[in-house]
Structures are given as structure tokens and as C-alpha cells.
Nanobody, 125 residues
Framework: VQLQASGGGLVQTGGSLRLSCAAS????????MGWFRQAPGKEREFVGG??????????YLTNSVKGRFTVSRDNAKNTVYLQMTVLKPEDTAVYYC?????????????????WGQGTLVTVSS
């Protein structure tokens, strides 16, 4: 599985960005994809994710981004998006997308088998 993350950049406080994560390679019937971020000097943290099964999909967001970020997917493009609005300087980080087979705890780093290369988001004050 290869994951290609894109969409990062420099934005002012209050602005918006949409990150994309395109997946290719092996396919899964049930899987989950997540977005994590890592700011300088800090640990990687969960931002949002989506669990996809044969019958449904569910999205999750960490509390600090609820109401501002949205996770969505485009099945035809094998792509998951992280729409980020009302960005704050504390959102500045390298954002990583990840994919894990099966239905596991979407917020746990250990639940993921594949990682993208990361895309930098910088929010200026």
C-alpha cells in the first residue's frame, strides 16, 4: 500500500486547507484511515479518521478540531480528505495520513500499518 498525502501549505489564522491522502496498492474490505499530526518537539497525535466497513463508514475527530475539521472520502479516487477550517497557529504541524486493515481503534497509532510521507501545514498568526 502506498499513501500520498498532499495539500499542505502556509495559511493565515482563520484560513482553510484541504489535505488529501490517495491510497494505492492492496485493497481491504474493512479498513480505517487516519490523520495524525506532529508539531516540533511534540509527539504525534491523532486528528481525525474514518472507519470503513462493508456496510457503513464512520468518522472521528479529536476534540480540539471538532467543529473546524471534517474527514471525508471519495471511493472512486481511493482518497480520504481532511478539510480544515478556522485554522489556528496551534494547528501548525506535519500532517500524516495512515491506513490500517480491519476495524481497529482509529485514534491509536499502533492500529495503522501504512503511513504517508507527511505534508506540512503552517498557520501564521
Amino acid at each position: 500500500v502506498q499513501l500520498q498525502a498532499s495539500g499542505g501549505g502556509l495559511v493565515q489564522t482563520g484560513g482553510s486547507l484541504r489535505l488529501s491522502c490517495a491510497a494505492s496498492g492492496r485493497t481491504f474490505d474493512n479498513y480505517h484511515m487516519g490523520w495524525f499530526r506532529q508539531a516540533p518537539g511534540k509527539e504525534r497525535e491523532f486528528v481525525g479518521g474514518i472507519i470503513i466497513s462493508n456496510t457503513a463508514s464512520n468518522t472521528y475527530l479529536t476534540n480540539s478540531v471538532k467543529g473546524r475539521f471534517t474527514v471525508s472520502r471519495d471511493n472512486a479516487k481511493n482518497t480520504v480528505y481532511l478539510q480544515m477550517t478556522v485554522l489556528k497557529p496551534e494547528d501548525t504541524a506535519v500532517y500524516y495520513c495512515a491506513l490500517g486493515g480491519g476495524l481497529r481503534q482509529v485514534s491509536s497509532i499502533s492500529a495503522y500499518d501504512y503511513w504517508g510521507q507527511g505534508t506540512l501545514v503552517t498557520v501564521s498568526s
